[in-house]
């Protein structure tokens, strides 16, 4: 038990442990020049930058414009794709109706056609959540109809033949049956949508964590541009956390059989 | 699943038809490999300006090894001087072998100048450049690269929208509360404007300011997102078309003189052999003594050979001065730095010899004989 223990605690350790070495290599590389510190400032120079924000409040004004945008977009493209989803996991005939128009849509860069929504939404905040939202809707909806359509057949069967009428089916078995899948999906597109927001921002937004990113390299203040990719890699880590945690609370029958 | 076999078939095919692609790319690229930096690989050229018979130039160069150099262009009329210099010749003629490689904004530019990737770069005067050579970019401005001539045309304004014009007294300071004014920031642009409402009596925190993609204005003008842009040409020109006009003091007026644009010298030339940096200064200022001459045929042949642009537009636009000599106005650039000091978007001000190695147009004057 204790040597187990200690493993585990090892095993939690080990990826600080190398964060750090990396983090002292490249702050030594950094002061003693071996790293050129206009493109890589040492960690430390970082790290005063990032409380400066942090106690101006820029950080936090910034981070929030990009956390309402990635939300707005989930929300607005989230749940037309899980309602689609859903209906093309059960509906063979509209799956094959849809499947090749999704499939044609999806790999469409959603950056390249940015200049075109602007056009339509303007450039205000329209056509940044709508980029968000149409990179959001893609995998929840193909991970929800994925969802649906591995259920197993003999848990509806079962459900009919007790009597489950179509609500209480897709209650029972389709919705629980699909949430783990779902879940996933929300998880991809969470990240994806982040990456999306952020892209957009840099190309035109006046807040938020891309609009850093762009203006460091407008006035070549790389250490904030940093901050900002050390928050995105925060919230990464925060929205992978809430997510299993979510997985965890809403589908502990899946946990079990995992 | 005879069905899936078929869209297996086709799956094949397409990959294969890939595979031979990539295969006959790869080659070609292969063939067509150049080193990647100029300075450290060339001090066996023989530098041309130094030649004793300067008509066999063309000559030498063929014979021998000519100097790869990488020169970065930005897609305005100010960069005319370096498809001269290609197209004419005047960079083979020094040995140098100039590639020309495209970027669409300034601030890539940097990066790649300060890191060797290009030798040769050029933009706005900008509070990005000066902090790099700040914290230690080894790069330096060595030549002119655009000034507001009093003596020329308009190549800068402040447009404002159409349904503004007749409604808006713009001489009034009142009229700018709220303004939605677009102009990249931290920029000789933003510093320009700065002077403009400081003329007019405005202070910044009375507009709303913000900086679109310049293909997004003329929406962003059309529906009112924006009601003033700053740019330059050939957008002051098509604009203008659209109904958008200049408004307040013309440049040449509030700015006479002003260094807008620079050309920058990265570490391949600042830290290697002198003379192909002088060399290649010789063909600029050559390149730039033909574009002076401005819209001849020759030049907007080899403009348009360069430029996807109508050529209507390209012989009304305004095409700006470049200084003949090819020195750097440093008054007016390190008016700009105590600007962007002063405004937060520079940490602590450079002296002149920091920033300015005048040696390359000195000695490239010298040779022509200037």
């Known amino acids: 038990m204790t040597s187990h223990w200690k493993q585990f605690r090892w095993e939690r350790a080990l990826p600080a442990v190398i964060l750090l070495s990396l983090l002292l290599i490249w702050e030594t590389g950094s002061r003693i020049g071996l790293i050129k510190p206009l493109l890589f400032p040492a960690p430390t120079m970082i790290g005063r930058s990032l409380l400066d924000m942090a106690a101006s409040g820029d950080l936090w004004l910034h981070t929030r414009a990009t956390l309402l945008r990635v939300l707005l977009g989930l929300l607005i493209g989230g749940v037309p794709a899980l309602i689609l989803g859903l209906l093309m996991g059960q509906s063979r005939r509209l799956a094959i109706v849809l499947d090749p128009i999704i499939a044609a849509i999806h790999p469409i860069p959603k950056i390249a056609i940015f200049p075109l929504i602007m056009v339509f939404l303007g450039v205000g905040e329209g056509s940044k959540i709508f980029i968000a939202a149409f990179g959001a809707f893609f995998p929840i909806l193909l991970s929800t109809a994925?969802?649906?359509?591995?259920?197993?057949?003999?848990?509806?069967?079962?459900?009919?033949?007790?009597?489950?009428?179509?609500?209480?089916?897709?209650?029972?078995?389709?919705?629980?049956?699909?949430?783990?899948?779902?879940?996933?999906?929300?998880?991809?597109?969470?990240?994806?949508?982040?990456?999306?927001?952020?892209?957009?921002?840099?190309?035109?937004?006046?807040?938020?964590?891309?609009?850093?990113?762009?203006?460091?390299?407008?006035?070549?203040?790389?250490?904030?541009?940093?901050?900002?990719?050390?928050?995105?890699?925060?919230?990464?880590?925060?929205?992978?956390?809430?997510?299993?945690?979510?997985?965890?609370?809403?589908?502990?029958?899946?946990?079990?059989?995992? | 699943m005879r069905f899936n076999n078929r869209w297996l078939l086709l799956l094949t095919i397409l990959l294969l038809l890939v595979a031979c692609g990539t295969t006959d790319d790869s080659t070609e690229s292969a063939a067509t490999a150049e080193p990647t930096t100029a300075a450290q690989e060339d001090t066996s050229a023989e530098p041309a300006a130094e030649s004793d018979e300067p008509d066999t130039d063309s000559a030498d160069a063929e014979t021998t090894e000519m100097t790869p150099l990488k020169v970065v262009i930005l897609p305005f009329i100010s960069f005319a001087p370096y498809y001269i210099g290609v197209d004419e010749g005047y960079f083979a003629d020094q040995g140098l072998d100039v590639e020309l490689v495209n970027m669409t904004v300034l601030r890539d530019i940097v990066p790649a100048l300060a890191s060797g990737q290009v030798d040769v770069a050029s933009g706005l005067v900008s509070a990005g450049v000066l902090n790099a050579i700040a914290r230690g970019g080894e790069l330096k401005f060595v030549s002119d690269k655009g000034f507001v001539d009093p003596d020329g045309c308009e190549n800068y304004g402040l447009i404002a929208r159409k349904e503004l014009v007749e409604s808006t007294d713009f001489n009034d300071p009142t009229a700018w509360d709220g303004m939605k004014v677009d102009v990249v920031p931290a920029t000789w642009l933003e510093y320009y404007l700065d002077k403009q409402l400081a003329e007019i009596g405005v202070a910044k925190d009375q507009i709303v300011q913000s900086d679109l993609p310049v293909p997004a204005e003329p929406q962003a003008l059309a529906d009112g997102t924006i009601d003033i842009t700053l740019n330059s040409e050939p957008w002051i020109v098509i604009h203008g078309n659209n109904g958008h006009v200049p408004v307040l003091s013309p440049v040449t007026e509030l700015m006479a003189d002003s260094q807008n644009a620079v050309m920058y010298f990265g570490p391949n030339l600042l830290n290697g052999d002198p003379s192909i940096g002088e060399r290649f200064m010789i063909a600029y200022l050559q390149s730039v003594a033909q574009y002076n001459e401005g819209k001849t045929d020759r030049n907007l042949e080899i403009l348009l050979n360069h430029i996807e642009m109508d050529p209507n537009l390209l012989e009304n636009i305004c095409w700006p001065t470049l200084r003949d000599d090819g020195t750097v106005n440093m008054e007016s650039v390190l008016d700009f730095q105590d600007w962007a000091v002063a405004?937060?978007?520079?940490?602590?001000?450079?002296?002149?010899?920091?920033?300015?190695d005048p040696s390359f147009v000195e000695a490239a004057n010298a040779a022509l004989g200037n």
């Open chain 1, 146 to 258: 994925a969802g649906v359509r591995q259920i197993n057949p003999i848990l509806t069967q079962v459900a009919t033949n007790y009597g489950a009428n179509r609500f209480k089916l897709f209650t029972r078995v389709v919705l629980p049956g699909s949430l783990p899948s779902v879940l996933t999906g929300v998880l991809l597109a969470l990240n994806l949508t982040l990456l999306l927001t952020v892209a957009i921002e840099i190309i035109t937004a006046k807040e938020g964590l891309g609009s850093i990113i762009w203006f460091s390299w407008q006035t070549m203040r790389t250490e904030t541009m940093y901050v900002s990719l050390t928050v995105l890699m925060i919230l990464g880590v925060l929205f992978n956390g809430c997510m299993h945690w979510l997985t965890r609370l809403l589908t502990p029958w899946h946990q079990r059989t995992e």
């Open chain 2, 343 to 356: 405004n937060g978007v520079m940490d602590a001000p450079l002296t002149a010899e920091q920033i300015y």
